[in-house]
């Protein structure tokens, strides 16, 4: 009898030390709610807070309506999954709360949805661990209360791309994405293909590479942050809007946005007949080398061009506008440095004190 409870005692030791040891080195990750994507989304479909999902397919497309639930996490694999595409007749309404936001981010990123890649810490998420959502000439998409981390290996750097469509982006936090370096043009929120009726407001940049480009379609106002809230000395490493002109101003447009300036790069960037820009006070626009702002009607077209703390300079400028081209003091700005505003109802420059290093 002593015989048999000591070999159970024994046993029950040696399965605890097991399972104890198991324990220690399994992450504490409930591998239940992970839903690994693996097909094309080709019906109305909703994902909801309960699930972590994981972007597992290569060239995922979503060719209906998906919506996603406040609090609802998406992971994309770094190989086998790191794009989502819209296609046939495909729209995301992305809409969480401020307590609820949806997160998009990267499969190493333990501290949104947990441990989803059950590796512990030998990974940590960075910069261009994914590529892109793309809305590819899709309208209607909404995303709302979102928030994008680590994205951006994709062609053109973004990792939210709205190309020719309309897309709603509010209230969303973009931060330690990629945006192209400093030769390129595009931002972790690239709008430069967008339509008119497409809204940005109210959302946060932060630790990009650059954080946002646009362009003549739609308006942009001063809701939006170039910051991180709880550290403000934390911007992007290229810290300004960078407006794509290919096409010129026709209508009526809005540029309020005073943290940050616009940028222009554009040999012959034009305000057409009939056409107005308005800027608020405290607007700065810098231009690139060789860069004209070209006014068909003269100053008419350029409402508030003389308003306080309105300022026409150089891309190298940061007296002005602050260090938008993320080289320190490497590069200071000098006359000659971008075209100048041409007045092409008089055939002769504006000379108005506010322009400067043209």
């Not at 019906?43 to 699930?51: G, H, L, R, Y």
């Amino acid at each position: 009898m002593k015989t048999t409870i000591r070999i159970t005692l024994l046993a029950l030791l040696i399965v605890s030390f097991f399972s104890c040891k198991k324990d220690e080195e399994t992450p504490p990750q409930n591998k239940s709610n992970i839903v690994f994507v693996t097909h094309d989304i080709n019906a109305v479909t909703q994902w909801d807070k309960d699930s972590v999902y994981v972007i597992k397919t290569y060239d995922f497309y979503v060719n209906n309506t998906l919506s996603i639930q406040p609090g609802t996490v998406i992971k994309f694999h770094p190989g086998d999954g790191p794009d989502l595409t819209l296609g046939g007749s495909g729209t995301i309404v992305a809409v969480g709360t401020s307590a609820a936001p949806i997160i998009f981010t990267s499969y190493k990123d333990d501290d949104h949805g947990g441990d989803t890649n059950g590796d512990g810490t030998a990974t940590t998420p960075a910069r261009k661990d994914w590529g892109e959502i793309n809305t590819n000439g899709l309208n209607g998409s909404k995303f709302e209360y979102c928030h994008f981390y680590y994205g951006g290996n994709s062609t053109y750097s973004a990792t939210l791309t709205v190309y020719d469509g309309t897309v709603t982006v509010k209230n969303c936090v973009f931060a330690h994405n990629n945006g192209d370096d400093a030769t390129g043009w595009y931002g972790a929120l690239d709008m430069s293909d967008a339509l008119a009726g497409s809204i940005v407001q109210n959302n946060v940049f932060y630790d990009n590479v650059r954080p946002l480009s646009i362009n003549t379609a739609f308006n942009i106002d001063d809701s939006n942050i170039f910051h991180n809230p709880d550290n403000q000395s934390e911007t992007n490493t290229y810290n300004g809007i960078f407006a794509y002109t290919g096409n010129e101003v026709t209508t009526a447009l809005s540029w309020l946005e005073t943290e940050v300036p616009f940028i222009i790069d554009d040999n012959d960037w034009y305000i057409e007949s009939g056409a107005v820009l308005r800027l608020a006070q405290n607007v700065i626009l810098k231009f690139k080398t060789g860069s004209y702002l070209i006014l068909s009607n003269g100053p008419g077209n350029l409402l508030n061009y003389n308003a306080a703390g309105v300022f026409f300079t150089s891309y190298k400028d940061d007296n002005h506008g602050g260090d938008t081209n993320g080289d320190g003091t490497m590069t200071t700005p000098s006359n000659g440095d971008w075209g100048g505003i041409w007045n092409d109802s008089a055939g002769d420059y504006m000379h108005w004190t506010n322009i400067l290093y043209n």
